[in-house]
C-alpha cells in the first residue's frame, strides 16, 4: 500500500528563519517527489520536485532533500517570509509516471512577523 | 492564457441530488485529473482523463460517480444521488502530457446538505 505522510499537522516559524517540513513515504517503487502549497479557496500549487537520482534540489529560497535509505524527505524554506504561511502537501507519484499523486495529510505553516 | 477554470466554486445539493462540477482545463492540455480534498485531509486521486477517453479510474467511488472529458467542452465529474459523506473539496488539474507537477483549478466545494 503506498502512503505518504506528514506527521505535522502544523508548524510555526519566526519570520527570516529556516523552515523545514517533514514527509515519509511507504513504498519505494515509484521515485517522483512533489511539492505543493495550497492557500485557503484555492487550489495546491506546484513549488518543487525531485526524483530520485538526486538528493537535492533546489529553487530560490526552496530546497527539497531526498533521503532513499530512510524514506524520507523534507522541504527547507529560508529565510521564511510571511507570505509563505499556507499548507504545503508532499505528494508521491503513483504510477504510470507522475500521471496519479498519492498525497500526505499536509503541514500548516505559519510565519510569525 | 487563463489557468484550470472550475465551476462551479461553490455547490450547496440535497442528500439525493445530483452534483455536476466542470473543469476547463488550460489551453493546449489535453489531460485531465479529478482529487477529491476531505476536511482535514489530503487530496485523493479520483480519476485521470485525455479527451474521450477515462485512463485510470482507480480512485473513483464504485457507485454513483461518474466522469467524462468530451471531444468539446468542459470535463465533468458527476455524483448522483449524492449523500452527506460527498461533502468535500473537488479540485482539478491539467498537464499538457500527462506527465507531473500539473496546474490545478480553484476547486469546487460541495456541500450536502
Known amino acids: 500500500d503506498q502512503q505518504v505522510k506528514q506527521n505535522s499537522p502544523s508548524l510555526s516559524v519566526q519570520e527570516g528563519r529556516i523552515s523545514i517540513l517533514n514527509c515519509d513515504y511507504t513504498?519505494?517503487?515509484?521515485?517522483?517527489f512533489l511539492w505543493y502549497k495550497k492557500y485557503p479557496a484555492e487550489g495546491p500549487t506546484f513549488l518543487i520536485s525531485?526524483?530520485?537520482?538526486?538528493d537535492k534540489n533546489e529553487d530560490g529560497r526552496f530546497t527539497v532533500f531526498l533521503n532513499k535509505s530512510a524514506k524520507h524527505l523534507s522541504l527547507h524554506i529560508v529565510p521564511s517570509q510571511p507570505g509563505d504561511s499556507a499548507v504545503y502537501f508532499c505528494?508521491?507519484?503513483?504510477?504510470?509516471?507522475?500521471?496519479?499523486?498519492?498525497f500526505g495529510q499536509g503541514t500548516r505553516l505559519t510565519i510569525n512577523p | 492564457n487563463a489557468g484550470v477554470m472550475q465551476n462551479p466554486r461553490h455547490l450547496v445539493r440535497r442528500r439525493g441530488q445530483e452534483a455536476r462540477l466542470r473543469c476547463s482545463p488550460m489551453?493546449?492540455?489535453?489531460?485531465v485529473y479529478w482529487y477529491r480534498q476531505l476536511p482535514e485531509e489530503g487530496l485523493k486521486f479520483m480519476v485521470y482523463?485525455?479527451?474521450?477517453?477515462?485512463?485510470?479510474e482507480s480512485g473513483m467511488p464504485k457507485e454513483r460517480f461518474s466522469a467524462e472529458f468530451p471531444k468539446e467542452g468542459p470535463s465533468i465529474l458527476r455524483i448522483q444521488q449524492v449523500v452527506r459523506g460527498d461533502s468535500a473539496a473537488y479540485f482539478c488539474?491539467?498537464?499538457?502530457?500527462?506527465?507531473?507537477?500539473?496546474?490545478f483549478g480553484s476547486g469546487t466545494r460541495l456541500t450536502v446538505v
Open positions: 488539474a491539467s498537464s499538457p502530457l500527462g506527465e507531473g507537477g500539473y496546474t
Open positions: 513504498n519505494s517503487m515509484f521515485d517522483y
Open positions: 525531485i526524483s530520485s537520482i538526486k
Open positions: 505528494a508521491q507519484e503513483g504510477g504510470q509516471g507522475a500521471q496519479k499523486l498519492v
Open positions: 489551453k493546449g492540455h489535453s489531460h
Open positions: 482523463l485525455q479527451k474521450e477517453n477515462i485512463i485510470d
